[in-house]
């Protein structure tokens, strides 16, 4: 059983349209996360959302817009691709205001072309 | 500005031997660090943490090691095996506002050789 799960693996598409990422975790955390991993391999946070609620948003462009109808998913949407939006991007959960550790799913790889 | 530094990008180890991986974080503010470890085509799997109060955490071949007054953290892997073969990614967690976030490095290609 799966504890992070994300889908598509793969998400290949044109410059210009829109596409959505989904996530779900099964571990019962009340924080959910989306990171981007960069062609230098840097992970970096994009937002964060305890019980639905966004509580992390870095700087990203208004083209990326999380949605989390319930606590177990949080779905990444993004508009009118450019191609510096490729990148892998990764979902992840976590009981939060404590020092535990994310547990990550295994990425989107999306490419733009 | 990279506050979590790894700047070892690869690191090649015999097996048996041990790995020693670095990594050096500025924000003082930071008061939990953790390992992960990351194989192509899968997400990053926690390895070991170690909280600020501490300076040694032990799980098994995994060793880390915390010195805050150098801001340096370290994980050994005793004996190294091919089967360690992989990405480690240091990670630091700091409050920011109401929540907790990671900052990542940006990890060391470690391969034990057989």
């Known amino acids: 059983d799966t504890a992070v799960s994300q889908t598509p693996k793969y998400l290949v598409t044109q410059m210009g349209n829109d596409k959505s990422i989904k996530c779900e975790q099964n571990l019962g955390h009340d924080t959910m996360y989306w990171y981007k991993q960069d062609s230098k391999k840097f992970l970096k946070i994009m937002f964060s959302y305890n019980n639905k609620e966004l509580i992390i948003n870095e700087t990203v462009p208004n083209r990326f817009s999380p949605k989390s109808p319930d606590k177990a998913h949080l779905n990444l949407h993004i508009n009118s691709l450019e191609l510096g939006d490729s990148a892998v991007y990764f979902c992840?959960?976590?009981?939060?205001?404590?020092?535990?550790?994310?547990?990550f799913g295994d990425g989107t790889r999306l490419s733009i072309l | 500005d990279q506050q979590v530094k790894q700047n070892s990008p690869s690191l090649r180890v015999q097996e048996g031997r041990i790995s020693i991986l670095n990594c050096d974080y500025t924000?003082?503010?930071?008061?939990?660090f953790l390992w992960y470890k990351k194989y192509p085509a899968e997400g990053p799997t926690f390895l070991i943490s170690?909280?600020?109060?501490?300076d040694k955490n032990e799980d098994g071949r995994f060793t880390v090691f915390l010195n805050k007054s150098a801001k340096h953290l370290s994980l050994h892997i005793v004996p190294s095996q091919p089967g360690d073969s992989a990405v480690y990614f240091c990670?630091?967690?700091?409050?920011?506002?109401?929540?907790?976030?990671?900052?990542f490095g940006s990890g060391t290609q470690l391969t034990v050789l057989p």
């Open positions: 924000n003082s503010m930071f008061d939990y």
């Open positions: 992840a959960s976590s009981q939060a205001f404590l020092n535990q550790p994310q547990h």
């Open positions: 170690i909280s600020s109060i501490k």
């Open positions: 990670a630091a967690s700091g409050l920011r506002g109401s929540a907790r976030q990671l900052t």
